[in-house]
Antibody, heavy 125, light 111 residues
Framework: EVQLVESGGGLVKPGGSLRLSCAASGFTFSDFDMSWVRQAPGKGLEWVSSIRSRGGYINHSDSLKGRFTISRDNSKNSLYLQMNSLTVEDTAVYYC??????????????????WGRGSLVTVSS | NFMLTQPHSVSESPGKTVTLSCTRSSGSIASNYVQWYQQRPGSSPIIVIYDDNQRPSGIPDRFSGSIDSSSNSASLTISGLKTEDEADYYCQSYDSTNYWVFGGGTKLTVL
């Protein structure tokens, strides 16, 4: 069974930093592109960052202004999100999500087939 | 980059059919596939439609998707509404720079 378990969330002051982790199990982690998606309280989904299966290609939402960095350690089946210079607008549940890969046609699809339960990050003084 | 606009809320009665819309602000809706996610309160999103109109295994055929180039929009249609369909629904696509784009979501109330 595919499992994605986020950790590392919590309360942090404005201007502070936090590192989220996502532990993956039940599949070959190094075969899949991974992403972070966040959801502010009572708001919609917002894509944050994505990283290719081998880590060779990374992209981040422009709205982050270079404050967040996604990374992965395939030897540990783990995905990370380093968040710096946090503001109250970064308060959200942060989800780890797996991009669907079609093995039959050997291609990635543009959707997330598995999501974690999320990790709440609260930025407040 | 483009935006995906969804109505804030829609309500319909059990057993009826409802159609949720998702309008692309610029560029053709047909240029990039559209996906739909369902998010029940307190739960993570799940995919219900991908590649405009494909259903993942386990999603009932009451859920269907389509695109309309004339209105530059995508639609999610749910027939035979059940109370369990009450949820937030998000459309999602992507752009040429490999950015993922989500719509603002529609709250579906089944009453």
């Amino acid at each position: 069974e595919v499992q994605l378990v986020e950790s590392g969330g919590g309360l942090v002051k404005p201007g502070g930093s936090l590192r989220l982790s996502c532990a993956a199990s039940g599949f070959t982690f190094s075969d899949f592109d991974m992403s972070w998606v966040r959801q502010a309280p009572g708001k919609g989904l917002e894509w944050v960052s994505s990283i290719r299966s081998r880590g060779g290609y990374i992209n981040h939402s422009d709205s982050l202004k270079g404050r967040f960095t996604i990374s992965r350690d395939n030897s540990k089946n783990s995905l990370y999100l380093q968040m710096n210079s946090l503001t109250v607008e970064d308060t959200a549940v942060y989800y780890c999500a797996r991009r669907y890969y079609d093995w039959l046609f050997q291609r990635n699809h543009w959707y997330f087939d598995h999501w974690g339960r999320g990790s709440l990050v609260t930025v407040s003084s | 980059n483009f935006m995906l606009t969804q109505p804030h809320s829609v309500s319909e009665s059990p057993g009826k059919t409802v159609t949720l819309s998702c309008t692309r602000s610029s560029g053709s809706i047909a240029s990039n596939y559209v996906q739909w996610y369902q998010q029940r309160p307190g739960s993570s999103p799940i995919i219900v439609i991908y590649d405009d109109n494909q259903r993942p295994s386990g999603i009932p055929d009451r859920f269907s998707g389509s695109i309309d180039s004339s209105s530059n929009s995508a639609s999610l249609t749910i027939s035979g509404l059940k109370t369990e369909d009450e949820a937030d629904y998000y459309c999602q696509s992507y752009d040429s720079t490999n950015y993922w784009v989500f719509g603002g979501g529609t709250k579906l109330t089944v009453l």
